[in-house]
Protein backbone atom coordinates (compact mmCIF):
# COMPACT_ATOMS: atom_id res chain seq x y z
CA UNK A 1 0.00 0.00 0.00
CA UNK A 2 1.65 3.13 -0.99
CA UNK A 3 1.19 6.37 0.96
CA UNK A 4 0.41 9.91 0.13
CA UNK A 5 2.61 11.81 -2.26
CA UNK A 6 3.50 15.33 -3.20
CA UNK A 7 5.06 16.92 -5.42
CA UNK A 8 7.15 19.20 -5.80
CA UNK A 9 9.16 18.95 -1.81
CA UNK A 10 10.27 22.69 -2.18
CA UNK A 11 9.14 25.43 -4.70
CA UNK A 12 9.99 29.39 -4.97
CA UNK A 13 7.81 31.65 -6.60
CA UNK A 14 7.57 35.58 -6.68
CA UNK A 15 4.26 37.49 -5.71
CA UNK A 16 1.88 37.64 -8.76
CA UNK A 17 2.63 33.85 -10.06
CA UNK A 18 0.90 31.18 -10.11
CA UNK A 19 1.52 27.54 -8.78
CA UNK A 20 0.21 24.23 -8.87
CA UNK A 21 0.73 21.11 -6.71
CA UNK A 22 0.52 17.88 -6.43
CA UNK A 23 -0.81 14.85 -4.54
CA UNK A 24 -1.46 11.37 -5.17
CA UNK A 25 -3.59 9.94 -2.48
CA UNK A 26 -2.94 6.41 -0.82
CA UNK A 27 -4.66 3.51 -2.43
CA UNK A 28 -8.33 3.02 -1.69
CA UNK A 29 -8.78 6.45 -1.08
CA UNK A 30 -11.45 8.82 -2.71
CA UNK A 31 -11.11 12.08 -0.29
CA UNK A 32 -8.37 14.48 -0.72
CA UNK A 33 -8.21 17.79 2.03
CA UNK A 34 -5.71 19.88 1.90
CA UNK A 35 -4.31 22.35 4.41
CA UNK A 36 -1.79 25.45 4.50
CA UNK A 37 0.43 25.58 7.80
CA UNK A 38 2.34 28.70 8.37
CA UNK A 39 5.66 28.16 10.52
CA UNK A 40 4.86 27.96 13.85
CA UNK A 41 1.45 27.58 13.24
CA UNK A 42 -1.04 24.45 12.64
CA UNK A 43 -2.68 23.56 9.83
CA UNK A 44 -5.57 25.29 8.69
CA UNK A 45 -7.59 23.35 6.49
CA UNK A 46 -8.03 24.99 2.80
CA UNK A 47 -10.99 22.44 1.25
CA UNK A 48 -11.33 18.83 0.30
CA UNK A 49 -12.60 16.81 -2.96
CA UNK A 50 -14.98 13.88 -3.21
CA UNK A 51 -15.08 12.10 -6.25
CA UNK A 52 -13.91 14.70 -7.99
CA UNK A 53 -15.88 17.90 -6.62
CA UNK A 54 -15.55 20.03 -3.93
CA UNK A 55 -17.16 18.75 -0.90
CA UNK A 56 -15.50 21.65 1.87
CA UNK A 57 -13.96 24.87 1.69
CA UNK A 58 -12.43 26.42 4.59
CA UNK A 59 -11.95 30.42 4.81
CA UNK A 60 -9.51 30.55 1.95
CA UNK A 61 -9.70 32.96 -1.10
CA UNK A 62 -11.10 31.97 -4.81
CA UNK A 63 -7.64 32.11 -5.87
CA UNK A 64 -6.99 29.10 -3.93
CA UNK A 65 -8.32 26.33 -6.18
CA UNK A 66 -8.46 22.58 -6.80
CA UNK A 67 -8.95 19.65 -8.78
CA UNK A 68 -9.50 15.81 -8.26
CA UNK A 69 -8.75 13.37 -11.26
CA UNK A 70 -10.57 10.19 -11.79
CA UNK A 71 -7.88 8.71 -9.58
CA UNK A 72 -8.56 10.24 -7.22
CA UNK A 73 -4.98 12.12 -7.05
CA UNK A 74 -5.23 15.86 -6.58
CA UNK A 75 -3.99 19.68 -7.30
CA UNK A 76 -3.94 22.78 -5.44
CA UNK A 77 -3.47 26.02 -7.67
CA UNK A 78 -3.33 29.33 -5.88
CA UNK A 79 -3.16 32.36 -8.31
CA UNK A 80 -1.40 35.80 -8.01
CA UNK A 81 0.73 34.60 -5.46
CA UNK A 82 1.26 36.74 -1.98
CA UNK A 83 3.71 37.03 0.67
CA UNK A 84 1.90 35.28 3.34
CA UNK A 85 0.89 32.30 0.81
CA UNK A 86 4.81 30.90 1.95
CA UNK A 87 3.83 27.65 3.91
CA UNK A 88 3.89 24.29 3.81
CA UNK A 89 0.80 22.68 2.17
CA UNK A 90 0.05 19.44 3.13
CA UNK A 91 -2.46 16.94 1.24
CA UNK A 92 -4.29 14.16 3.39
CA UNK A 93 -6.00 11.38 2.09
CA UNK A 94 -8.86 9.26 3.10
CA UNK A 95 -11.83 6.84 2.58
CA UNK A 96 -15.04 8.96 2.82
CA UNK A 97 -16.95 7.06 6.00
CA UNK A 98 -16.80 8.68 8.89
CA UNK A 99 -14.41 8.47 11.52
CA UNK A 100 -11.90 7.30 8.65
CA UNK A 101 -8.13 8.54 9.40
CA UNK A 102 -6.71 11.09 7.20
CA UNK A 103 -3.59 9.77 6.10
CA UNK A 104 -0.74 13.22 5.07
CA UNK A 105 1.76 13.56 2.86
CA UNK A 106 5.11 15.07 4.09
CA UNK A 107 3.92 18.36 2.11
CA UNK A 108 5.34 21.15 -0.01
CA UNK A 109 7.24 23.99 1.09
CA UNK A 110 6.40 27.07 -0.89
CA UNK A 111 8.52 30.71 -0.46
CA UNK A 112 6.98 33.79 -2.19
CA UNK A 113 9.60 36.08 -2.43
CA UNK B 1 -16.11 30.34 18.12
CA UNK B 2 -14.43 26.90 17.63
CA UNK B 3 -10.96 26.50 18.78
CA UNK B 4 -8.10 24.34 19.73
CA UNK B 5 -5.23 25.82 22.48
CA UNK B 6 -2.62 23.70 23.30
CA UNK B 7 -1.14 25.93 26.12
CA UNK B 8 2.52 24.59 26.23
CA UNK B 9 4.62 26.25 22.83
CA UNK B 10 7.52 24.40 24.29
CA UNK B 11 8.07 21.26 26.41
CA UNK B 12 11.22 19.91 27.42
CA UNK B 13 11.63 16.71 29.45
CA UNK B 14 14.10 14.48 30.06
CA UNK B 15 14.19 10.68 28.37
CA UNK B 16 12.53 8.34 30.68
CA UNK B 17 10.38 10.86 31.93
CA UNK B 18 6.73 11.00 32.16
CA UNK B 19 5.17 13.39 29.72
CA UNK B 20 1.54 14.99 29.42
CA UNK B 21 0.89 17.50 26.51
CA UNK B 22 -2.43 19.28 27.16
CA UNK B 23 -5.47 20.41 25.13
CA UNK B 24 -7.92 22.09 25.47
CA UNK B 25 -10.96 22.92 22.97
CA UNK B 26 -13.89 25.19 22.45
CA UNK B 27 -16.66 23.47 20.11
CA UNK B 28 -20.51 23.70 20.20
CA UNK B 29 -21.03 19.74 20.61
CA UNK B 30 -19.28 17.01 21.02
CA UNK B 31 -16.36 16.83 18.94
CA UNK B 32 -14.14 14.21 16.88
CA UNK B 33 -10.07 14.51 18.56
CA UNK B 34 -7.23 13.62 17.43
CA UNK B 35 -3.45 13.86 18.39
CA UNK B 36 -1.26 13.71 15.27
CA UNK B 37 2.47 14.07 15.31
CA UNK B 38 4.92 16.30 13.24
CA UNK B 39 8.71 14.86 12.63
CA UNK B 40 10.89 17.78 10.42
CA UNK B 41 10.61 16.96 6.87
CA UNK B 42 7.50 14.77 7.54
CA UNK B 43 4.09 15.02 7.39
CA UNK B 44 1.30 14.46 10.18
CA UNK B 45 1.13 11.10 11.96
CA UNK B 46 -1.79 10.02 13.65
CA UNK B 47 -1.40 8.79 17.28
CA UNK B 48 -4.72 8.09 18.39
CA UNK B 49 -8.48 9.45 17.79
CA UNK B 50 -11.14 9.79 20.25
CA UNK B 51 -15.17 9.36 19.08
CA UNK B 52 -16.84 7.68 21.99
CA UNK B 53 -16.96 5.11 24.32
CA UNK B 54 -13.79 4.66 26.85
CA UNK B 55 -12.32 8.15 27.35
CA UNK B 56 -9.24 6.70 28.12
CA UNK B 57 -7.53 6.24 24.36
CA UNK B 58 -4.73 4.16 23.27
CA UNK B 59 -2.32 5.27 20.54
CA UNK B 60 0.59 4.19 18.60
CA UNK B 61 4.15 4.35 19.95
CA UNK B 62 3.07 4.10 23.82
CA UNK B 63 0.89 7.23 24.09
CA UNK B 64 -2.52 7.62 25.48
CA UNK B 65 -5.10 10.42 25.69
CA UNK B 66 -8.02 10.96 28.10
CA UNK B 67 -11.24 12.97 27.45
CA UNK B 68 -12.45 14.98 29.89
CA UNK B 69 -15.89 16.37 29.00
CA UNK B 70 -16.59 18.70 32.07
CA UNK B 71 -12.90 20.41 31.47
CA UNK B 72 -13.12 20.49 27.50
CA UNK B 73 -9.73 18.86 27.04
CA UNK B 74 -7.86 15.68 25.74
CA UNK B 75 -4.46 15.29 27.17
CA UNK B 76 -1.84 13.46 25.42
CA UNK B 77 0.62 11.39 28.15
CA UNK B 78 3.42 8.82 27.45
CA UNK B 79 4.90 7.16 30.60
CA UNK B 80 8.49 7.44 29.52
CA UNK B 81 9.58 9.20 26.84
CA UNK B 82 12.57 8.34 24.07
CA UNK B 83 14.80 10.15 22.45
CA UNK B 84 12.85 9.66 19.33
CA UNK B 85 9.79 11.27 20.26
CA UNK B 86 11.27 14.22 19.67
CA UNK B 87 8.58 16.34 17.53
CA UNK B 88 5.76 18.55 17.13
CA UNK B 89 2.36 17.65 18.68
CA UNK B 90 -1.01 18.75 17.09
CA UNK B 91 -4.22 18.45 19.12
CA UNK B 92 -7.33 18.32 16.63
CA UNK B 93 -10.63 18.46 16.65
CA UNK B 94 -13.57 17.71 14.11
CA UNK B 95 -17.56 17.42 13.60
CA UNK B 96 -19.60 14.55 14.42
CA UNK B 97 -21.26 14.65 11.33
CA UNK B 98 -17.97 14.73 8.84
CA UNK B 99 -14.64 13.81 9.78
CA UNK B 100 -13.13 16.57 7.40
CA UNK B 101 -12.30 20.39 7.95
CA UNK B 102 -10.26 19.32 11.13
CA UNK B 103 -9.87 22.49 13.58
CA UNK B 104 -6.17 22.36 14.84
CA UNK B 105 -4.38 23.74 17.80
CA UNK B 106 -0.94 25.61 16.90
CA UNK B 107 1.18 22.70 18.41
CA UNK B 108 3.81 22.09 21.34
CA UNK B 109 7.08 21.23 20.70
CA UNK B 110 8.71 18.33 22.67
CA UNK B 111 12.09 18.81 22.93
CA UNK B 112 14.18 15.85 25.46
CA UNK B 113 17.04 16.14 27.02
CA UNK B 114 19.81 13.31 27.10
Known amino acids: ETGVTQSPTHLIKTRGQQVTLRCSSQ?????VSWYQQALGQGPQFIFQYYREEENGRGNFPPRFSGLQFPNYSSELNVNALELDDSALYLCASSRDSLGETQYFGPGTRLLVL | AQSVTQPDIHITVSEGASLELRCNYS??????LFWYVQSPGQGLQLLLK????DTLVQGIKGFEAEFKRSQSSFNLRKPSVHWSDAAEYFCAVGPLDSNYQLIWGAGTKLIIKP
Open chain 2, 50 to 53: YFSG
Open chain 1, 27 to 31: SGHNT
Open chain 2, 27 to 32: YGATPY
